[in-house]
């Protein structure tokens, strides 16, 4: 799962008729909107943008990595398999134990085990860490890249 920033196809050929150095500027532009963006979503993650946090490892905020495929264009994306989950919520479902008899947790706060054969969960709220990180950030990815250029 994850975001791509691009410079669109059809702007290209109008980006030849830049010097040079402002296509270089341009392009040291979209990697360094690629770690703004990397930064938001993990502050997001951590609760810091608004939404629930989606903290309890660490993993899932750690796996957000960026990528350059082109010059103008980066990836940020994560790995994790439950990422999609967490950003779009689940569907209240049934939940069964897989290798073992019954599913065990314990309560965080009281410290109390619970066992169960099975039973039904709520699901999870949708947490849209990249969507609202992204749409937060497109004034700032706007200017920044037009500073880039000027």
């Not at 502050?43 to 957000?64: K, L």
């Amino acid at each position: 799962m994850g975001i791509i920033i691009r410079i669109h196809d059809t702007a290209i050929p109008l980006l030849k008729e830049i010097n040079k150095e402002k296509l270089n500027k341009l392009s040291q532009g979209i990697k360094e909107v690629g770690f703004m963006v990397q930064g938001e979503i993990k502050d997001s993650i951590s609760g810091g943008g608004g939404e629930p946090p989606s903290v309890d490892t660490g993993r899932y905020m750690q796996s957000i990595e960026v990528d350059f495929p082109d010059p103008f264009s980066t990836i940020i994306y994560t790995r994790v398999e439950y990422a999609e989950f967490l950003e779009f919520g689940t569907s209240p479902h049934f939940i069964a134990p897989v290798n073992k008899k019954a599913l065990r947790w314990i309560n965080k706060l009281t410290r109390e085990v619970f066992f169960s054969k099975g039973h039904m969960v709520a699901g999870i709220q949708p947490r849209l860490h990249f969507t609202n990180s992204i749409e937060r950030m497109k004034p700032k990815i706007v200017e920044h890249l037009t500073n880039k250029i000027k």
